[in-house]
């Protein structure tokens, strides 16, 4: 059973106990042939209420009227009806408000003339049970008011964050496209530089073939190891541009490749501007293929960045770590520790794909008990195979 179908069915059994204790206490008598039917008729329509609200209202004020009319219940015009009223004004059903205070105020004039004309109740009674049963009316229709305007802006409200949710996920989808643009970039520089590479060592073979066997050779396996390198570097790029990114700016295919000699000059740049920068590199960088080499330089950039920007460091420890299996990336300032800095944000962002499409993994958060923040990065280097 649905949450919907439940609530309906408790205010069915809340009306089928409520109607007779509240006559009980109002003074009136309990008949077979007045209060129980009403009771039942009452707490049946409610289980279509939602779909029918306006007909449920006006079937219910009808039978409390044939009732009354009757004189086979004696107590009761407005309130037995309270749920049929609230439904209608709490819906969202087109002037559902005007519709119930309408059936409402011609039930109390209603009453007031049967009271007063046929009962022959006397005007200040009279004026004592209407009234009473218009503050009724006004209170379970501004309660019907109030909760309507509530469900408006929770829907509203939920509204707005699926709307934020998506323009989050379209700014994502637009970051990585750039990213995905940059790495295009990066891979016609890897394939021209091959096969430059590749071009000028045969070029030497063709010349020292005759005269030079040795040299003649020597190049041959340069260019062997030229070209293997550049299918491992073709692999390890090709897998994030399976996806077309379409518009944006034309590709620059005259920008210089950036590599891992390009660090230092980016860790000088950086201490020129006041930030001091510690620098501490392990291993041989001539290991690393050409885009995890441009990985490592956009991170150390991105976090040399960050921390300019944004964490108010004085100090920047970058250490990397060269393996024949695993490139190591670790950049750590001592700012303000993630409480006030702007990263993660597009930046981290676009570290973090670059490095997943290599295979890698990378952190960015507070240092730890040290304060600052840091930004850690692990890239797999693939093994040539010529």
């Not at 044939?66 to 004696?74: D, G, K, N």
């Not at 309130?79 to 559902?96: H, I, K, Q």
């Not at 209407?130 to 209170?139: K, M, R």
């Not at 008990?369 to 195979?385: H, L, M």
């Amino acid at each position: 059973m649905s949450k919907n179908a439940r609530l309906d069915l408790g205010l069915a059994v809340l009306t089928w106990v409520g109607v007779p204790v509240v006559t009980v206490l109002a003074g009136g008598d309990l008949t077979y042939e007045g209060v129980f039917p009403l009771t039942v008729v009452l707490g049946l329509l409610l289980l279509v209420r939602r779909r029918w609200p306006l007909t449920v209202l006006l079937i219910s004020v009808f039978c409390v009227l044939a009732l009354r009319t009757a004189y086979l219940t004696e107590v009761g015009w407005v309130w037995p009806a309270s749920a049929a009223y609230f439904t209608l004004a709490a819906g969202e059903r087109r002037n559902g408000l005007r519709w119930a205070f309408g059936v409402g105020v011609f039930e109390l004039l209603f009453a007031a003339n049967w009271e007063w004309v046929v009962n022959q109740v006397p005007a200040e009674q009279t004026l004592a049970r209407v009234g009473g049963e218009a503050l009724w009316l006004a209170l379970v229709l501004t309660a019907g008011t109030a909760y309507r305007n509530w469900t408006r802006w929770q829907g509203e409200l939920a509204a707005g964050l699926r709307r934020e949710q998506h323009e989050r996920e379209l700014d994502a989808r637009s970051r990585a496209a750039e990213e995905r643009l940059r790495i295009a970039r990066e891979l016609h520089d890897v394939v021209a530089h091959t096969l430059t590479v590749v071009g000028v060592q045969l070029r030497v073979v063709d010349e020292a073939l005759d005269d030079s066997p040795v040299e003649a050779r020597d190049a041959l396996r340069t260019a062997q190891e030229v070209r293997a390198r550049a299918v491992t570097d073709l692999h390890a790029l090709i897998g994030v541009l399976r996806e077309r990114a379409d518009g944006g700016d034309p590709v620059d295919v005259a920008q210089p490749q950036v590599d891992l000699a390009g660090v230092d000059e980016l860790v000088s740049r950086t201490r020129s501007g006041g930030l001091a920068v510690e620098l501490e590199a392990t291993g041989d960088p001539s290991l690393v293929p050409a885009p995890v080499a441009l990985a490592v330089y956009r991170v150390v950039q991105e976090a040399l960045t960050n921390a300019v920007k944004h964490s108010g460091a004085g100090r920047v420890s970058v250490r990397l770590g060269y393996a024949a299996d695993l490139v190591t990336v670790e950049v750590i300032d001592d700012g303000a520790g993630g409480d006030g800095v702007a990263a993660p944000g597009h930046g981290v962002s676009g570290m973090r794909e670059r490095v997943a499409a290599l295979g890698g993994s990378l952190s960015a958060g507070p240092a730890g008990d040290t304060g600052g923040y840091a930004v850690r990065a692990s890239i797999p280097v693939p093994s040539f195979r010529s």
